[in-house]
């Protein structure tokens, strides 16, 4: 046999088998590059919603991972309130005016929300953008999200370096959620069984387990609600309630004598503002998000600057001074006419004047500057210690200091507004210069001195009312001065003069009404009070800023 016919049969024989090794490996890549083409042919876009939901939990399991960090420690904070006390530090003075007109007491519930749907609105888009393959937005959204909390919670006012911690972990939660979702929201190649007969195996499709999805991401939703939860009872170890709570009421050397009967409780007075502004209904105006948190056990009022002797006293100590009682009406800077950011109260505390004399003020200092435990400031004139009796406040209409309105100590000082005095969860008293040092509000445009104006307001009747007899009642303050007289005018006709209520001091309001036999129509209704000095409330209108609002509180009402 030639050599080609001896190779012939042999060459065939070795070329089918060849083949049957090869063909598994050949459909096995086959196969892998047709799952390759399926998948760089498909262009996979999940629903918006989809991505929206990734987002929002993302966002939400990195805040309740921040707030359950920031029940570890009293130092710690939830990142939401860092940032929101950075814009309250921040806000232009416009915007500051804006939020107390338009929301008054509840201005910081305002700016919580509108940090949450700042936040939620941004998970959102960046949501979106990460489960449909832009990765790299969710990563970096994260990061700027830890950069910037843990800049507003380690630096700046209260604020501690080891407060970062709760804004980077928060980050790292998002941002890991946020590529899980974009993980989960990716489809998966399923294999397709081939039919019978069918001459080759069906390319694999791209299949989406959106019962996955839906079932994991509300399993993560539940569970982050649960980790915020646990993480706000942590942080409420730290509550100051709690230490308030085992505080008995301060007692003064010699207690006032039980307030007279109250107009306000008359049924024609209705709707009058009491004679001593209960503690639920008194307003709260302050640059604070939260609470600060003090523990009695460490919490010193430290007497210092200025002069001769530096003190440093406990809780006890103040409580073993000499107390005073006093009924003393304080106001905010921002009550515009006619509002309600003012309020009566019986306090009781120490007189500032004799703790500043034991210090030893010294000749060179001309302010007396209060520093908050949250580090907000508020100075006023050492001149001011004039006799009046401004005190360290511990307590309020018969109870320990209630937490919101400053516990443990604040300094309460007649005749100036708020902003420029009333410094609550008081921490430091310093002796400085005007020249040397300003209060958190005056850089911010607001006067450095600010003395309480004449007010007046109109507390009835409201919008409507029914023809006949009724009273026109309401509240006037011009405290240190007193207020001697208060007119009310309905329409163009002569000024009436107005009943005086109970005085309990010059550094007070006063209630006052008018009887009024209302007749049908529209009519308009105006206040004017003169202080004890003699001096008519001026009608000239001006804004609360930079130091106090005046004019003639005007309002108008139908009688039917």
């Known amino acids: 046999m030639s050599t080609s016919d001896s190779e012939h049969p042999a060459g065939d024989a070795a070329e089918p088998q060849r083949s049957d090794k090869t063909a598994p490996r050949a459909d096995a890549r086959k196969l892998m590059a047709e799952i390759k083409a399926a998948e760089a042919a498909a262009v996979h876009h999940p629903p918006r919603w989809w991505g929206a939901l990734v987002g929002i939990v993302a966002a939400g399991s990195g805040l309740a991972v921040g707030e359950f960090v ?21 806000v232009p003075k416009w915007m500051k005016d804006f939020a107390i007109r338009n929301f008054g ?13 700042v936040i939620a609105i941004a998970a959102v888009l960046v949501g979106i953008a990460t489960v449909r393959g832009r990765r790299t937005v969710g990563i970096a959204f994260a990061t700027a999200f830890g950069l910037f909390g843990a800049l507003c919670s380690g630096f700046g006012r209260n604020t501690h370096i080891s407060g970062i911690f709760p804004s980077l972990v928060a980050a790292a939660v998002a941002g890991g959620v946020l590529l899980w979702g974009a993980q989960l929201a990716q489809p998966r190649p399923v294999p397709v069984v081939p039919r019978p007969r069918q001459a080759k195996a069906a390319p694999p499709v791209l299949v989406v387990d959106r019962r996955r999805f839906l079932a994991t991401g509300g399993a993560l939703a539940l569970g982050a609600m649960c980790v915020g939860v646990i993480g706000r009872n942590l942080q409420d170890r730290f509550n100051s309630a709690i230490e308030r709570a085992g505080v008995r009421p301060p007692t003064a050397k010699q207690p006032l004598p039980a307030p007279p009967a109250d107009p306000s409780l008359d049924a024609d007075n209705k709707g009058l503002a009491a004679l001593i ?6 307003y709260r105006i302050d640059t604070a998000i939260s609470f600060p948190s003090v523990s009695l056990a460490s919490w010193r009022l430290k007497v210092t600057g200025l002069v001769d002797k530096p003190l440093s006293l406990s809780f006890d100590d103040i409580m073993s001074r000499e107390l005073i009682e006093r009924d003393i009406t304080i106001s905010c800077v921002s009550n515009e006419v006619g509002g309600d950011l003012v309020g009566n109260a019986r306090w009781v505390g120490c007189r500032l004047d004799d703790l500043l004399r034991e210090a030893g003020i010294q000749s060179s200092a001309d302010q007396v500057m209060g520093e908050s435990v949250d580090g907000f400031t508020a100075g006023f004139p050492v001149s001011l210690l004039d006799g009046r009796d401004a005190m360290i ?3 309020m209409n018969g109870e320990a200091l209630p937490v919101k309105n400053g516990f443990p100590a604040r300094i309460i000082v007649p005749g100036i507004y708020g902003y420029v005095s009333a410094v609550k969860w008081l921490s430091e008293i310093r002796l400085t210069r005007f020249a040397d040092e300003e209060g958190y509000w005056i850089p911010r445009g607001w006067s450095a001195l600010g003395p309480i104006k004449t007010q007046s307001r109109i507390d009835r009747p409201g919008g409507r009312l029914s023809a006949g007899a009724t009273h026109i009642a309401g509240v006037a303050w011009a405290p240190t001065r007193g207020i001697s007289k208060v007119e009310v005018q309905v329409d163009d006709a002569d000024w009436l003069p107005a009943t005086l209520g109970p005085v309990l001091s010059e550094n007070t309001w006063v209630q006052w009404w008018v009887k009024w036999d209302a007749p049908s129509g529209k009519h308009q209704i105006r206040v004017r009070a003169t202080d004890g000095n003699g001096d008519l409330q001026t009608d000239h209108p001006a804004d609360v800023a930079p130091d106090g609002a005046t004019g003639w509180h005007t309002i108008r009402v139908t009688v039917a």
């Open 277 to 282: 502004t209960p503690i639920n209904n008194f």
């Open 105 to 117: 007491t509840s201005d910081k519930v305002v700016l919580i929300w509108t940090i949450l749907a």
């Open 393 to 395: 406040a511990i307590g």
């Open 70 to 90: 920031a029940g570890f420690s009293r130092n710690l904070r939830s990142p939401v309130v860092s940032v929101g006390d950075r814009v309250i530090d921040h």
